[in-house]
């Protein structure tokens, strides 16, 4: 598998990592829901090369994960904000901060603390189920292939890949 092929790849792991799949991206991404949206901002915030930046952005914005707006006419000055596209990657995000607070914290604890607007308690992520609405956690999923898939998504399964029939 190719990093520049990932966008063909019969996975929609490596297929979403086609279009966030690197650092830079990920943590644009953080700043963007931090509200970050201009270019000069995420420049100084994260001490990145313009060149690294502007391709980042560039591919974001190609992808429809981010938007320009302008915000000044003349000079022509435009931000990145979030498309709906780049907005549901807000679970995706906090998944990886709930990662790392579980995961990666040292004696300070969390470095920042989530808010549910609506109740005003911290908050961490929860999957649940979009029919029954229950908590899903890894070992409550079992996987399929997709009905116009056939071998090529099958293969991903690696017990399957092989014959043999998952429980």
């Given at each position: 598998m190719r990093w520049e092929e990932l966008d063909?790849?019969?996975?929609?792991?490596?297929r979403a990592?086609?279009?966030?799949?690197?650092?830079?991206?990920l943590i644009i991404l953080r700043d963007c829901f931090l509200g970050v949206r201009r270019f000069d901002q995420f420049e100084s915030r994260l001490g990145i090369t313009r060149?690294?930046?502007?391709?980042r952005l560039k591919k974001l914005v190609e992808n429809d994960v981010l938007t320009k707006v302008p915000y000044q006419e003349k000079p022509l000055r435009e931000e990145y904000r979030l498309t709906e596209k780049g907005l549901a990657l807000h679970p995706v995000i906090m998944s990886l901060v709930h990662w790392g607070n579980t995961y990666m914290?040292?004696?300070?604890?969390?470095?920042?603390v989530h808010i549910h607007k609506t109740c005003g308690h911290r908050m961490a992520p929860v999957t649940t189920c979009s029919k029954c609405g229950e908590?899903?956690?890894a070992r409550d999923v079992r996987v399929e292939v997709g009905p116009n898939w056939g071998r090529t998504a099958r293969d991903l399964i690696p017990n399957r890949a092989s014959g043999q029939q998952t429980k």
């Amino acid at each position: 598998m190719r990093w520049e092929e990932l966008d063909q790849e019969p996975c929609s792991v490596a297929r979403a990592l086609a279009v966030v799949g690197d650092r830079w991206t990920l943590i644009i991404l953080r700043d963007c829901f931090l509200g970050v949206r201009r270019f000069d901002q995420f420049e100084s915030r994260l001490g990145i090369t313009r060149h690294v930046l502007t391709d980042r952005l560039k591919k974001l914005v190609e992808n429809d994960v981010l938007t320009k707006v302008p915000y000044q006419e003349k000079p022509l000055r435009e931000e990145y904000r979030l498309t709906e596209k780049g907005l549901a990657l807000h679970p995706v995000i906090m998944s990886l901060v709930h990662w790392g607070n579980t995961y990666m914290t040292d004696e300070r604890g969390v470095p920042l603390v989530h808010i549910h607007k609506t109740c005003g308690h911290r908050m961490a992520p929860v999957t649940t189920c979009s029919k029954c609405g229950e908590e899903v956690t890894a070992r409550d999923v079992r996987v399929e292939v997709g009905p116009n898939w056939g071998r090529t998504a099958r293969d991903l399964i690696p017990n399957r890949a092989s014959g043999q029939q998952t429980k």
